[in-house]
């Protein structure tokens, strides 16, 4: 094309190039020689400094992740703070906590914080489990003062005599395995486990979706599940049920796990699995009229016909009975007929319930005051009711609260608990004060102002490049437009510019080369 233009005469050439014009414009125009003022100058100067800034900070941040400097030491003379959890509202209060007033003694047994709402990404391999994985050293290191971190599991709490029981969680132990450690103010974050509702069989067979480990099983199955199919000679009967993956409730997290196995489906196993692709089949089953009961009716709807689009059945109105190693049998609310589905791979997603440390201290405080089965019932200060002198704190899916049980609601409520020790510090002679006078901290947390959660709104993905989201000023969105928002929502929560990069790089990738298909 270039070619043939050059062959061209200049009698063919756009008369603004002609060469005659240009000598006449060069005999008429000697000025036209003189070099001219480069255009744009200061602008190309100024995106030219704005880029080695924004090089150099990125360089200074990359550095200062990687070179924390020296700590406090622990100080006997201060209160101590045992935080339990390194979950959504735990970790929150750690980051905003000014340890140079406080010892800190954090346990958990898991030593990292897990951004749980791109855990069912992981499970297809859309994003890779260690880049939402945020070690736990990373943060406590840059606190002003030396935090203990116990890997371990609380397994008692003694409220009246303020100590904690710590058992060891590695899988090789030394040889001490339990510790008992004394707190002043005690801050209980250990989220929640999955409800089953006493349903015979789930813990035996289905698969949860809440923690590093959950995601990693149900990649593992998926694939097997596939590969099983595969096998030459299996049955029409036996591939039709291995490959029919079923989820159980139609809250957020079952949607989207749902949401990211169509992907799987339709980017990846169509490509790879072409001969049994077209009996890939997905479920999702929920007990009440519709999925994504905390949303508004028209984002229900916009999802529920998503899902019909892209070939998701939504069984409503349908609640599972038992869970057997290769079926579920469901019983329909409507015709109380009771079914039998076989399935290959079984998620289950119905949502919280309290832990067993959780349901030992409730038994532990007045039942007149810790009277909700969900969790701890805490006061408007997150201190939780009839806990002795006030010194018992409860935050996220663990305490009993008027908000629903959301990763949003637990990183405020950290924060907020941050934001109130750092007054308590403050307060330190109007504490004495109390003190003589025989009151406790809770009375001066409670001359604090009370937690106040505003929503910023809810999100959800919903397949196919499509996310709908439910934002303050009643305003409802869905689509691809959406998506990117969704996208770029989570890109910007996730804690670390570590996190981002990791991320932002696996979403590239996917979009690149497809999901990982190799089972480890
Ligand atoms: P959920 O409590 O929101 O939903 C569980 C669903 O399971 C319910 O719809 C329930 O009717 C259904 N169910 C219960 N028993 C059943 C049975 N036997 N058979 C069939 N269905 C059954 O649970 P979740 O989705 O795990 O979410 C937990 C919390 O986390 C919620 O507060 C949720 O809002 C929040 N969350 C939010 C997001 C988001 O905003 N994107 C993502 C994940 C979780």
Redesign the pocket.
């Known amino acids: 094309m270039l070619l043939s233009r050059l062959a061209k005469g200049p009698h063919q050439q756009h008369p603004r190039l002609s060469l005659s014009r240009l000598a006449s414009t060069a005999t008429t125009h000697p000025s036209a020689h003189a070099p001219k003022p480069p255009r744009f100058k200061w602008t190309k100067r100024i995106l030219k400094g704005g880029a080695v800034v924004g090089l150099g900070v990125v360089a200074w941040t990359i550095y200062d992740l990687r070179h924390p400097m020296p700590q406090f030491e622990w100080d006997p003379s201060k209160k101590t703070i045992a935080i339990l959890g390194t979950g959504w509202g735990s970790v929150s209060m750690l980051k905003d906590l000014d340890t140079e007033n406080y010892n800190v003694v954090l346990v958990s047994p898991r030593a990292y914080f897990l951004f749980t709402?791109l855990l069912p990404s992981c499970t297809v391999g859309t994003i890779e489990l260690r880049s939402i994985m945020q070690p736990i050293r990373f943060l406590t290191r840059f606190k002003k003062r030396e935090i203990l971190f116990i890997e371990g599991n609380c397994t008692h709490v003694d409220p009246e005599n303020q100590i904690i029981t710590v058992q060891d969680s590695s899988q090789i132990v030394g040889d001490v395995s339990v510790t008992d450690i004394k707190y002043d103010y005690l801050v209980v974050g250990v989220g929640a486990e999955n409800a089953t509702?006493g349903?015979p069989g789930v813990k035996e067979h289905a698969s949860f979706l809440k923690e590093a480990w959950d995601a990693r099983r149900i990649r593992t199955q998926l694939l097997d599940c596939l590969e099983s199919a595969a096998f030459p000679n299996q049955t029409e009967s036996e591939k039709e049920r291995l490959l029919h993956m079923v989820v159980?409730?139609?809250?957020?997290?079952?949607v989207?796990y749902a949401a990211e196995l169509h992907d799987f489906l339709h980017d990846d196993i169509t490509t790879w699995y072409p001969e049994i692709a077209g009996k890939f089949k997905i479920t999702l089953?929920?007990?009440?009229p519709h999925v994504l009961?905390?949303f508004p009716p028209d984002l229900i709807a916009y999802t529920e016909k998503t899902f019909a689009e892209n070939k998701v059945d939504i069984r409503n109105n349908?609640?599972?009975k038992e869970v057997r190693q290769k079926d579920i049998v469901v019983l329909n609310r409507e015709t109380q007929a009771l079914e039998t589905i076989p399935y290959g791979l079984l998620v289950w997603?119905?949502?919280?319930a309290p832990r067993p440390l959780v349901a030992d201290l409730i038994a532990q405080l007045p039942k007149d005051l810790q009277n909700q089965r969900r969790g701890l019932v805490t006061d408007d200060w997150l201190v939780v009711k009839g806990s002795p002198r006030g010194s018992i704190f409860a935050l996220g899916d663990c305490s009993a609260t008027k908000w629903?049980?959301?990763a949003q609601v637990a990183s405020r409520q950290g924060a907020y608990l941050a934001n109130m020790f750092g007054h308590l510090a403050n307060m330190k002679r109007e504490q004495a004060q109390f003190e003589q006078q025989g009151k406790t901290s809770l009375d001066v947390v409670q001359t604090l102002p009370p937690f106040v959660y505003t929503h910023m709104g809810?999100?959800?993905y919903v397949g196919g490049e499509k996310a709908i989201a439910d934002l303050p000023g009643n305003i409802h969105i869905g689509g691809m437009l959406t998506f990117y928002f969704w996208r770029s929502a989570y890109l910007s929560n996730l804690f670390t510019l570590r996190n981002r990069t990791l991320v932002a790089f696996d979403w590239m990738k996917c979009k690149m080369f497809g999901r990982d298909i190799s089972r480890e």
């Open positions: 709402p509702f349903i159980v409730g139609g809250g957020p997290t079952g989207e089953v929920e007990a009440t009961g905390m349908t609640a599972v997603a119905t949502g919280n629903a049980p959301t809810s999100l959800a």
